[in-house]
C-alpha cells in the first residue's frame, strides 16, 4: 500500500509540473509580448479639451518598467480596443493628430532631440499613428515618467461620450520603430522584436458642460449735505440755502456758498455720468417759479467757468472729481464747464440739448471709459451773489442731480 501510495504521489507531481510548464508556454506565446518587454507603468493621456470634435493638447505620460534606453515610441489611436498585439486598430472617425509633422513639446524624463510624423491609418487622410523618434536611444529610469505634448490634435467627432483607445509601444531605436511598426488601413501587427514597453489607455470624449451665470445690473447714487461713508452710510438731506448772516441773507458784499455730496456705486462696464437738472426754465434762481432769474445762470451760454464778482447778480456751482471713500474703487472726472477753482463757478453751459434747462440736464462728472465703480463721491460747491439792484424776494430753484451708467 505504501509503494502505490508513492507512486501515486510522484504521478500528480509530474501532472503539476506539465501543467505549469504548460501555463508558462500559454503566457510566451501571448501576440505582442517579446520577452524583454514589459507594461509601461502609470499611463495616461490628458486632454485639455475632451469634446467631440474639438483641437486639443493631448500630454502623453508612463514609466518605464526598468531602467533602459529607447528611440522611438508610438501612440496608435484605436476605436476597437487597447490591447498591444491585436491585429486591428478600427479608425475612430474624425481623429487626427493634425498634420505630418506634429510638433513635441514639454518633454521630460525622456532626454532631448525628439521629432515627431504622424501616419495615416484607417481614416483615409486622417493622421492616426503617432510616431515620435530619436536618432540617438535616450536613456529612461524605471518609475521616472516620460511625458510630451502634441498641440492641434483632433478629437473623434462621433457621438459625444464615445470612448477609444491609446496603444502605447517602446522601441530600442527609431530604425526599429520605423520597420517593425508598421500600418495598413486598420491590420497592425501581432508582435513587435525590438519593443522595449507597451501599454493601453482608453480615452473618451464628453459633452461640455455649459456654466451661465447672470449679475444683474446694480447702481447706487445718493446725494447728501455730508460726504458720504461706504456704500451711502451717513448721508442727510441735502438742503442749500445761500447767504450770510442772520438770518441767512444774500447781498452784493460777499459771495455764499454752501456744499453738497453724492455718491455713485455701479457695475456699469462701460462708465457712469452725473448730471444736472434745474427745474427754472431761465436757469438761475428765480422768485416767479422760472420766468425770470434776478439770478442768472453765472456762464449761461458759455462752455468754461466764470469768475464770480461779489455784487454781480449770479448763481454757479463748481465740483470735485471722485474720490474714493475707503474700500472704494474707479474715480471720475468734471466737465471743463465746472471744473471750477476759487471763485470760478458754472451753470446752465452752451449746448442747447446739454445743459441744467434740457431734458435730461448738464453733464457734471463722468468716468470717461468707464469701468465698475464703488462708493466713489464728488463734492458740490454753490454760490451766489446778488446786485445792489436784485429785487427782494426768495429764489428758488430745485436741483436733480441724475446718475446713469453705460451696460
Known sequence: MKTKTLELGRSAYGLVAVALIAA??????????ASAAGQVTSRSIQLNNSSAGATATYNVQFST????????????ICDDTPIIGSTTCTYPAGFSWGSATPTVN???????????????GGGGANYQVLKVANATPQATSSGTPVNFNITGVINPTATASHSYYARIVTFDTSTNMGTQYTTSTTVRAASFANQV?????ALSTAVPISVTAKVMETMQFCTSAAAPTAVCGGTS????????????????????????????????????????????ACGGLSKDGGTTCPLPAINSGSATASLMVAGTAAFGMHATAGVQVPSGTLTNTVSTAYTGTGSNYAFDTVTANDNVTATYGDTVVSTGAGGVASSVNNSYVFAATAAA???????????????????
Open 24 to 33: 508558462i508556454a500559454a503566457i510566451s506565446l501571448l501576440p505582442g509580448f
Open 65 to 76: 518598467t526598468g531602467t533602459t534606453s529607447i528611440g522611438g515610441i508610438v501612440v496608435d
Open 106 to 120: 514639454n518633454q521630460t524624463g525622456m532626454g532631448t532631440g525628439w521629432t515627431a510624423t504622424a501616419v495615416v
Open 197 to 201: 514597453d507597451y501599454g493601453g489607455i
Open 237 to 280: 438731506t441735502p438742503s442749500v440755502t445761500l447767504g450770510h448772516g442772520t438770518p441767512l441773507m444774500l447781498d452784493s458784499s460777499v459771495i455764499d456758498t454752501q456744499t453738497v455730496y453724492s455718491q455713485v456705486s455701479t457695475n456699469a462696464t462701460n462708465g457712469y455720468a452725473v448730471r444736472l437738472h434745474s427745474n427754472n
Open 389 to 407: 439792484v436784485t429785487p427782494a424776494g426768495i429764489y428758488i430753484a430745485n436741483e436733480t442731480l441724475i446718475a446713469t451708467g453705460t451696460f
